[in-house]
């Protein structure tokens, strides 16, 4: 009795967490994009909010345009920095909007409005190796025309919207074959290796000049501009009416150079973000203020706090509704493999993608994460546990039946024991996925050690991405020893016993 | 209520035309059967002859496709299996000890389900631990650390904790060598013989059967083709079958012996 109580307690423990909280207090949310430049634009507006007294977080580097948007619309967030290009042409794709005005109004339908630029137009560009493209002697987009063996690395968000490749490829009729999708960031290590010779750049990027690169004229007019701007919910002003005034001090702040020096500072010099959007604010505003960097041990323990959080509440969830999905299908063999089969092709979805489904339904940071890792985590615990009691020997459930014990008596005395061993290796199994699988959770902004690890990747820091991979891989070695232990307290010492004499 | 709970009967079990076939193969053909009431009824028969499957149609692990089969004068249902159960001991070849529980916890688990009381279990588990000769500080080991005799035995004192009013025993000393066998073939006579239990036994094995049994059924091909004393079958066989069946086993000898000394 004791243990199944303790038991339901561990079972329910990590819910006793999700009362939500009172929304009238909530502070200004700001969010940015996956790449350095977003996140310094976010640093500056939330630290700017800050300044003058309206309480603002800043959940960084939530992924690409899609993720933002749709988080602004549900209300995960309220405000982010966007580009008048992405909006023109693919938020609002389709409608054919240029003029300022008619923008505006078709985001104002949606509650989002938009701010004046910040003076700084980052749109998309063409880059090379200067060596390479002096030796070939390219200077604008029309030339690549004669090379049709050069290999193209795009992000994959260029590679797929309608201003990006589609465009280019058509506008300017290039041959190339061979065009592939990579992370930002790679692409720069593999233009650097020419693994990959030309790709997608923003105009103010810090690294055009750390790799030693040249940007193609866009000759030919393909891309648009991509004026950088804030995008917020109207309904700031019931919250925070102040907010709207402040965030308008920004506009026309950041022209292009002042951008690319900011990048250089981060991306190259290292210097974190924060730091950085306090000098610029210090050299615009004349306002100081103290840029409070967390120690790393504060920092590792946050994230610990944070990846427990996703793992436990997940595997809880999926360990409370798997073990009696694992049962009926012992029990029931047609709903056997019915849900045999729908957990298993659960597995099968690639895990970014099935986090990508999720933001849709539970929008951006831990529940759609959480929900993510809980679909991962029932397969082996089903499995398991179906296994487990698929595999007590006849003469055992005979002998319970012949006992006079009723069919839920006899689960609870005399299968379950018997399966437990089982059991607990799937649960095992599932903790060991669900920790690994945790640090994705980043990419959506739910934190834990993929948050480093994603920063790491974007700054080419590797000290940064040892910072998350290390904990995450101490913490997949002490779940394991833990549910090691475990088996002492769940597996009978007789079964225990069993399994060493053979 | 039926009628049947105003008469009481004499035999614990009966049996009236009870067939069962798996599939095609038919374990059971058409058999009547009583079991009196505290003697001890032994099923005899060579391998695959239905001896199993008369015990499990008795304890109601399987349902007859024809005829009955009454328990104390009712007929066992889906209602009242897991009561009847209660008064019912069973146990299987290897004892079908649960490998989780010590012995201790296997003898007293159906008595801690129904919620007696901590002194009545105890008490009725040292009287079982005497009974059987059983060692006291084995109670608290798992069964794989018990000999097989030891197995046998707590499996015994299982099926007896609830003091049931018939024992069902399907070859329970079938796995075990003969000397430890002979042993066990002794304390089991003495203990039907204190308890004055009704005892089904399921052997193949003659000299067992004369040992332990009032009544011998011995079975082929899922029916019956006598019953009687070991003394009947030896010297008015109802064919040569059972002649065949007692000459080609030679464990009967000693029991013979035994029986005119
Ligand atoms: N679960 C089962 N499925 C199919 N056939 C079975 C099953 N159990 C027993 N049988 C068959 O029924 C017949 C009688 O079996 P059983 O009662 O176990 O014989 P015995 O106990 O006398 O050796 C045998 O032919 C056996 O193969
Ligand atoms: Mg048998």
């Not at chain 1, 069919?407 to 095992?428: H, M, N, W």
């Not at chain 2, 391998?47 to 009712?74: A, H």
């Not at chain 2, 013989?193 to 089904?200: G, I």
């Amino acid at each position: 009795m004791n243990k199944n109580a303790f038991l339901f307690f561990l079972c329910i423990y990590p819910f006793l967490w999700c009362i939500p909280a009172d929304s009238s207090e909530l502070p200004v949310r700001v969010g940015s994009k996956k790449f350095t430049e977003n996140v310094l634009v976010g640093e500056i507006t939330t630290l700017r909010l800050r300044q003058e007294g309206v309480p603002a977080i800043h959940r960084k580097q939530l992924g690409g345009t899609r993720v933002l948007w749709s988080a602004l619309l549900n209300g995960d967030i309220d405000v982010y920095p966007e580009y008048t290009g992405t909006i023109t042409h693919e938020i609002l794709a389709g409608k054919g909007l240029e003029e300022e005005n008619d923008i505006k109004k078709a985001l104002s339908q949606l509650g989002i409005r938009m701010k004046r630029p910040f003076g700084f137009n980052n749109t998309y560009a063409i880059g090379m190796k200067r060596k390479t493209a002096q030796r070939l002697g390219i200077t604008k987009i029309s030339d690549l025309k004669k090379f049709p063996e050069l290999k193209f690395g795009f992000t994959n968000e260029f590679m797929y919207r309608q201003d990006g490749w589609p465009n280019l490829q058509m506008h300017y009729q290039l041959p190339q074959k061979d065009v592939r999708g990579l992370d930002h960031d790679l692409a720069y290590r593999g233009i650097d290796e020419e693994s990959i010779h030309v790709m997608d750049l923003y105009s103010t990027d810090a690294e055009i000049e750390y790799y030693e690169l040249v940007t193609l004229k866009d000759d030919l007019h393909a891309f648009p501009d991509y004026n950088a701007v804030l995008l917020y919910r109207e309904d700031i002003a019931d919250r925070w009416p102040e907010a709207v005034k402040i965030m308008s001090q920004l506009e026309g702040k950041i022209p292009e150079s002042k951008m690319i020096q900011m990048n250089v500072q981060a991306k190259i010099n290292k210097v974190p973000e924060k730091q950085v959007a306090a000098s610029f604010l210090a050299k615009e505003f004349g306002v100081h203020s103290d840029v409070y960097i967390e120690s790393i041990t504060k920092r590792i323990f946050q994230r610990t706090c944070e990846h427990l959080f996703l793992v436990i509440i997940s595997l809880s969830g999926a360990i409370i509704l798997s073990i009696p999905l694992g049962i009926a299908a012992a029990k029931a063999q047609r709903i056997g493999q019915g849900i045999l089969g729908v957990v298993g092709i659960i597995q099968t979805i690639p895990s970014l993608a099935l986090l990508v489904f999720m933001i849709p339904l539970l929008g951006i940071g831990g529940p759609p994460a959480i929900m993510a890792l809980f679909l991962y985590s029932l397969l082996p615990i089903v499995r398991n546990t179906y296994t487990g009691i698929r595999s007590i020997p006849s003469d055992m459930i005979e002998t319970a039946q012949a006992l006079g014990l009723s069919p839920f008596a006899r689960l609870r005395l005399v299968e379950l024991p018997l399966a437990s061993r089982s059991i607990l290796a799937g649960i095992k199994t599932s903790a060991v996925i669900n920790v690994g699988f945790a640090t994705l959770g980043a990419l959506i902004g739910s934190g834990g050690y993929g948050q480093p690890i994603l920063t790491g990747i974007r700054l080419d820091d590797m000290g940064l991405i040892l910072q998350g991979a290390i904990p995450a891989a101490v913490m997949a070695i002490m779940v394991q020893g833990f549910f090691d232990l475990a088996e002492r307290y769940f597996v009978s010492k007789g079964l225990r016993i069993e399994a060493e004499k053979q | 209520m039926s009628q049947q709970d105003y008469h009481v009967p004499d035999h614990i079990f009966k049996l009236s035309g009870v067939s069962k076939a798996y599939g095609e193969t038919h374990a059971v053909r058409s058999v009547n059967l009583s079991i009196p009431k505290g003697l001890t009824t032994v099923l005899i028969g060579p391998s695959g002859c239905g001896k199993s499957t008369t015990l499990r149609l008795m304890i109601g692990l399987l349902q007859p496709d024809e005829g009955t089969v009454l328990f104390e004068g009712n007929e066992i249902t889906r209602a009242n299996i897991l009561q009847l159960r209660q008064h019912m001991g069973y146990v299987i070849q290897n004892g079908g000890l649960f490998p989780h529980l010590t012995a201790r916890e296997n003898i007293t688990l159906m008595a801690h389900y129904l919620g007696w009381e901590k002194s009545r279990i105890n008490l009725r588990l040292q009287e079982l631990v005497d009974l059987s000769q059983f060692p006291n500080d084995g109670l608290e080991r798992y069964p794989v650390q018990l000999s097989g005799g030891q197995q046998q035995r707590v499996a015994l004192m299982r099926a007896l904790m609830l003091d049931p009013n018939v024992l069902l025993l399907d070859e329970p000393l079938g796995a075990l060598d003969p000397i430890i066998r002979s042993g066990l073939q002794n304390i089991l006579r003495e203990i039907f013989y204190k308890l004055r239990k009704s005892v089904v036994l399921v052997t193949h094995d003659i000299g067992e059967a004369g040992f332990l049994g009032d009544q011998i059924v011995l079975m082929r091909g899922g029916n019956i083709v006598q019953k009687g004393t070991i003394k009947e079958l030896i010297h008015s066989p109802a064919g040569p079958f059972v002649t065949n069946f007692i000459n080609s086993q030679n464990s009967l000898q000693e029991v013979l012996q035994e029986e005119y000394e």
